[in-house]
């Protein structure tokens, strides 16, 4: 009777000490609505969409303390669409983000992985009052598209918190042979949030070449590069906006829906290799939610100048901590043969207006 009472409570001792330990967390949102979008050469069309104001996805994080205030770190997130319940992109588990690595409380936090650039968390966190989302969604003019979103291969380091300041960088590996530059790219990332006020200074390089592949040549081109603030600062009464980007080089300012030309413009529309983008806006509490507003403005400053403005309006309804219901809508207005369409969160949209309605929860 005696061992199974030791064996117990040295299993029992284990199991508590793994508890202690170890956490692994399940987490993620179901988002759906209806989208109305208006201006497309093909026609108007409304339709049930997935991820609207955030990307419909389900995620496993977790940490294992290691001692001495060093813990592994991973995390693992794939998208879905909640209309059809397909997988957000094909022949891909974990889409969004999958990384491991290391955090330490005084030497800061290493990463390895596919993970988020610099640029587009303060994007989504600091720049937008619609959280990158619904029909006022800053990618809709912003550079956001491709690796300036999420980018794989790469190493983040993030720094401790310290009076408020912390800092970031990211290095991502082309992982083309022959060549230890194509492909690749880097980021880094300022940091200031204490108080009312949330800002950050971000850079994002993106090398563009080519390496050789059997009888096919190197192919050299420009690098995309963005350089970007954004800041936010809570009055209580209002919650005020603001951005301003600079994009040069090639990729640097991608037009989302550009190539599939569904404004049915005589010249396929350009992406710009010298633009500026300015967004003010802001959030207002009202009821149990708050409107969301914004304006954007695009400056193409080639010869093209293919400029671009955006109004937007929304409002988010909280039914509880976890869900809400929210409506969106924006405009926008396109100049000298550009072709930017009102997308959402997870959509590049058709048209140069759109609708927004629906629900979404977390857990």
Do not use: C, W
């Amino acid at each position: 009777m005696k061992k199974l009472t030791l064996a117990a409570l040295i299993i029992g001792g284990f199991a508590a000490q793994a508890q202690a330990q170890s956490n692994v967390t399940i987490y993620g949102l179901v988002d759906a609505g209806i989208v109305s979008e208006r201006g497309a050469a093909a026609g108007s069309v409304t339709k049930l969409t997935s991820g609207i104001g955030g990307q419909s996805r389900l995620g496993f994080r977790g940490t294992e303390d290691l001692g001495n205030g060093l813990s592994a770190i991973f995390q693992m997130e794939t998208g879905f669409k909640a209309d059809d319940g397909s997988l957000d992109s094909a022949n891909t588990i974990f889409n969004r983000q999958a990384f491991v690595g290391l955090k330490s409380k005084d030497a800061g936090q290493l990463t390895i992985g596919k993970q988020y650039t610099m640029l587009y968390n303060a994007q989504s966190q600091v720049a937008d009052p619609f959280g990158a989302g619904y029909a006022g969604s800053l990618k809709n003019l912003f550079p956001s598209a491709g690796a300036n979103t999420r980018v794989s291969n790469a190493i983040v380091y993030a720094t401790p918190v310290m009076g408020g300041f912390s800092a970031e960088a990211l290095y991502a590996l082309g992982e083309q042979a022959g060549s230890a530059t194509a492909g690749r790219q880097f980021g880094f990332g300022l940091n200031y949030a204490q108080g009312p006020l949330n800002a950050r200074l971000v850079y994002n390089n993106k090398n563009n070449d080519t390496a050789a592949v059997g009888a096919t040549p190197a192919k050299t081109q420009d690098t995309g590069r963005n350089t970007m603030f954004a800041a936010n600062y809570d009055f209580k009464v209002i919650k005020a906006y603001f951005a301003y980007s600079a994009d040069k080089g090639v990729n640097s300012a991608q037009i989302p829906n550009g190539s599939n030309n569904p404004l049915g413009l005589p010249v396929l529309p350009t992406a710009s290799v010298d633009s500026n983008d300015i967004l003010i806006g802001a959030q207002i509490p009202a009821g149990n939610g708050y409107f969301m507003t914004s304006y954007i403005r695009k400056d193409d400053k080639t010869a093209k100048n293919q400029d671009a403005n955006q109004f937007a309006l929304g409002y988010l309804y909280s039914l509880s901590k976890r869900t809400g219901a929210y409506v969106s809508y924006a405009k926008i207005k396109n100049k000298n043969g550009a072709g930017y369409t009102v997308g959402n969160n997870n959509e590049v949209g058709s048209g140069d207006k759109a609708f927004n309605v629906g629900i979404r929860h977390a857990f």
